[in-house]
């Protein structure tokens, strides 16, 4: 089945550094890839959609100067954490669809725990 | 946009079936509904989607009303490693193609012995 890889898993990083986090399809392409954000006991919430090759679309209330994202080839999508604060602290999840379709739905990530200090 | 409503929690004897109920009446014609869930700290997993007809994998069977205003998951036989939130999803279509999966509360599924 399709497998979507994110790493790290786990990041602690100070207030004020960027941090990046990486989805990458193992073994499908995927020319749109989805960021999630989920904060304890709380629903998945959509940040931005990552379209290979082109501008990402971000969400009303998502700040796109903050939340870098660049999709460069048909298997990875990064999203930077542009000079993070402790509330950005948070539970990030990126999904992805084959390009070429397929029963599985949209695949998602394992999630990437970021703690900024 | 079409949203759904599902219990925010539910209980389940092992061995059991787990119905799980979604509501979801501004569905459009062309939107599809979908079933993950999340185990704690864990990306959401795929269970199973559908249009209009009733569909069946290896992980559970999806009840679609006739009105396609609410569906059921069910599963068969619930372990205790299906505990996890559910999640009913309706896909939307975006202006220009391409689609995103918007996710509700949930319903947080206990199964007990």
């Known amino acids: 089945g399709a497998v979507v890889s994110q790493h790290p898993s786990r990041v602690i990083c100070k207030s004020g550094t960027s941090v990046k986090i990486e989805c990458r399809s193992l073994?499908?392409?995927?020319?749109?890839m989805f960021w999630y954000r989920q904060f304890p006991k709380k629903s998945l919430m959509l940040m931005a959609t990552?379209?290979?090759?082109?501008?990402?679309?971000?969400e009303q209330g998502v700040e796109k100067d903050k939340f870098l994202i660049n999709h460069a080839s048909l298997t990875l999508s990064t999203l930077t954490v542009t000079s993070a604060h402790p509330e950005d602290s948070s539970f990030y999840i990126c999904?992805?669809?084959?390009?070429?379709?397929?029963?599985?739905?949209?695949?998602f990530g394992s999630g990437t725990r970021l703690t900024v200090v | 946009d079409a949203k759904t409503t599902q219990p925010t929690s539910m209980d389940c004897a092992e061995g059991r079936a787990a119905n799980l109920p979604c509501n979801h009446s501004?569905?459009?014609?062309?939107?599809?509904v979908y079933w993950y869930r999340q185990i704690h700290s864990q990306g959401p997993q795929y269970i199973i989607h559908?249009?209009?007809n009733n569909e069946t994998n290896e992980m559970a069977s999806l009840i679609i009303t006739e009105d396609r205003k609410s569906s059921t998951l069910i599963l068969p036989h619930a372990t205790l490693r299906d505990t996890a939130v559910y999640y009913c999803?309706?896909?939307?279509?975006?202006?220009?193609?391409?689609?995103?999966?918007?996710f509700g509360t949930g319903t947080q599924l206990k199964v007990e012995l």
């Open positions: 073994d499908f392409q995927a020319t749109t």
């Open positions: 990552s379209n290979e090759g082109s501008k990402a679309t971000y």
């Open positions: 501004t569905i459009s014609g062309n939107e599809y």
């Open positions: 999803i309706v896909r939307y279509i975006l202006t220009g193609g391409g689609n995103k999966l918007t």
């Open positions: 999904s992805a669809r084959d390009a070429q379709g397929g029963s599985y739905g949209y695949t």
């Open positions: 559908g249009l209009k």
